[in-house]
């Protein structure tokens, strides 16, 4: 049986702030909710891919918190947040003064989570569904948290960063030490200790870093 995004997400979560952009309010699901209880065979069920979309992952919380704290990156641009999720980062970006903003994530539940989330902060925020990478640049500035956690995911995003950087983007990531997070293609923003809940991390703080992506590999990664 399916179940309607809009009434199980109200159901299964509660409006949070995340730890580190206590800025920003969000439908999330806590220790107190079914959400984190179900198994996989439960959630495929009811028709719910893994909601991602339900947690505030490190490395979007530390790129949204650098977000706000440097406006200028963002102010009066066109921005795609990339596998968007909540659409934290994507509502930071509006909150610094985003011209625009394109929360972009191919799985159909976030949809729902975004507008909610986003009505919730007073922002308006483009959703799409499609699934970018390679296409060619649409945007000034790409934000990316929390992406390079699989080889093969990794591996297809990378040449699409450097097409994108090469044709002017400016690409931003956060990442919470990722195994597949190529270092050696970035310039080093910011580095921040971000609260996470240990049932999703192996630890209760995780040092997440903000990166400029670059076109050509650089020495000193």
Same mark, same amino acid.
């Given at each position: ?6 009434? *199980?997400?109200? /159901?299964? $979560?509660? @409006?949070?702030t ?10 999330? #699901? ?6 984190? !209880?179900?198994t ?15 947690f ?5 919380q530390?790129l949204a ?7 200028? !990156? ?5 921005v ?11 509502? /930071? #970006?509006?909150?610094? %003064? /985003?011209?625009?903003v @394109?929360a ?11 507008? !909610? ?13 499609? &699934? ?5 640049r %649409?945007?000034?500035? +790409?934000?990316?948290g929390?992406v390079? =956690?699989?080889?093969? *995911?990794? %591996?297809? !995003?990378?040449?699409?960063?450097a #097409?994108? @950087?090469?044709?002017?983007?400016t690409v931003?990531v956060? &990442?919470p030490?990722?195994? +597949? ?10 580095? =921040?200790q ?7 991390? &192996?630890?209760?703080?995780k040092?997440t $870093?903000?990166?400029?992506f ?8």
């Amino acid at each position: 049986m399916k179940t309607e995004p809009e009434t *199980f997400i109200r /159901a299964n $979560t509660g @409006v949070m702030t995340p730890p580190h952009v206590p800025e920003i309010r969000l439908h999330l #699901a806590s220790e107190a909710h079914d959400l984190w !209880l179900k198994t996989e065979e439960e959630l495929e069920e009811i028709g719910l891919p893994p909601p991602f979309w339900a947690f505030a992952w490190a490395g979007g919380q530390g790129l949204a918190r650098h977000i706000l704290d440097h406006p200028g !990156l963002v102010a009066g641009k066109r921005v795609v947040d990339f596998a968007s999720g909540s659409g934290l980062v994507a509502i /930071a #970006a509006m909150k610094a %003064g /985003a011209a625009s903003v @394109v929360a972009a994530d191919i799985d159909p539940w976030t949809q729902t989570a975004i507008r !909610l989330n986003a009505a919730l902060n007073d922002v308006a925020v483009s959703v799409s569904p499609a &699934d970018m990478i390679g296409h060619a640049r %649409g945007a000034d500035v +790409y934000l990316a948290g929390d992406v390079f =956690y699989d080889s093969a *995911f990794a %591996g297809r !995003l990378v040449p699409w960063f450097a #097409a994108l @950087v090469e044709q002017g983007a400016t690409v931003l990531v956060g &990442d919470p030490g990722r195994a +597949y997070c190529p270092r050696e293609r970035m310039e080093m923003l910011a580095t =921040y200790q971000v609260p996470v809940t240990r049932a999703l991390e &192996d630890s209760e703080v995780k040092k997440t $870093t903000v990166w400029r992506f670059n076109g050509p590999a650089i020495s000193g990664g």
